[in-house]
């Protein structure tokens, strides 16, 4: 079956520092969603990248997908203590259900 | 409104009893799920309902029977569950036709933190 691996599973940051997690599909996708989990929370969309070589930015977050459409990365620039939480790409394949990667614990320090 | 509304927020229950957890959206949407989750790990499927049917059951044992009474509505009953069971149970809602379809994304309920004793 459709496997997405994350790396890395945690990251602790100083504030100011950029952060990157990485997603790697063991198939081609149809797309790529991002969620952000707050500590106690519940997953929180963030995007979807479709295209291959899609980039999207939202202000200092920077999401690419690969031109093979099987990896995706997500880019903080200059992390802030709000960015504190796990992060988690799901690939989609055809009409498939998400495959969540394990996630990116990332945790920021002031 | 992007909101899905889970009830109850926290729950306790034994192993023998009863209990259903309740989910709610308005956002129209025609696919709905039930996910499980448990500390440090992605959200793991268990069912989906598209158009009112359900469509996925990811071999979830039959202590957790799904429901879903309209569009609107999503009912997780649960009876005789087992102390492993103790889980965050998400309800996410997406538009409808499979999350392969572009747009088709996910939004998730807050969440019913379920500890079985």
């Known amino acids: 079956g459709q496997q997405v691996m994350q790396i890395p599973q945690y990251q602790h940051v100083q504030e100011g520092e950029d952060f990157t997690t990485y997603c790697n599909s063991s198939?081609?996708?149809?797309?790529i969603q991002w969620y952000k989990q707050r500590p106690g929370g519940h997953p929180v969309f963030l995007i979807q990248?479709?295209?291959?070589?899609e980039v999207k930015k939202q202000k200092r977050l920077t999401f690419q997908f690969g031109e093979a459409k099987k990896n995706s990365s997500l880019h903080i620039t200059a992390t802030q203590t709000t960015d504190v939480g796990t992060y988690f790409c799901?690939?989609?394949?055809?009409?498939?259900?998400?495959?969540f990667g394990k996630g990116t614990m990332l945790l920021v320090s002031p | 409104d992007t909101e899905v509304t889970q009830t109850p927020k926290h729950l306790v229950m034994g192993m023998t009893n009863k209990k259903s957890l309740k989910c709610e959206q308005h956002?129209?949407?025609?696919?709905m799920y039930w996910y499980k989750q448990k500390a440090k790990k992605p959200p793991e499927l268990m069912f989906v309902?598209?158009?009112?049917?359900?469509?996925i059951n990811e071999s979830v044992p039959s202590r957790f029977s799904p429901e879903c009474p309209n569009s609107s509505l999503l009912n997780l009953h649960l009876h005789a569950l087992q102390p492993e069971d103790s889980a965050l149970y998400l309800c996410?809602?997406?538009?409808?036709?499979?999350?392969?379809?572009?747009?088709?994304?996910?939004?998730f309920g807050p969440g019913t933190r379920l500890t079985v004793l």
């Open positions: 198939t081609t996708l149809s797309n």
């Open positions: 799901a690939g989609a394949s055809g009409y498939s259900t998400l495959t």
């Open positions: 996410a809602s997406s538009q409808g036709g499979g999350p392969g379809e572009t747009g088709d994304t996910q939004y």
């Open positions: 956002m129209g949407h025609r696919a």
């Open positions: 990248l479709v295209k291959s070589g």
């Open positions: 309902y598209s158009y009112e049917k359900l469509s």
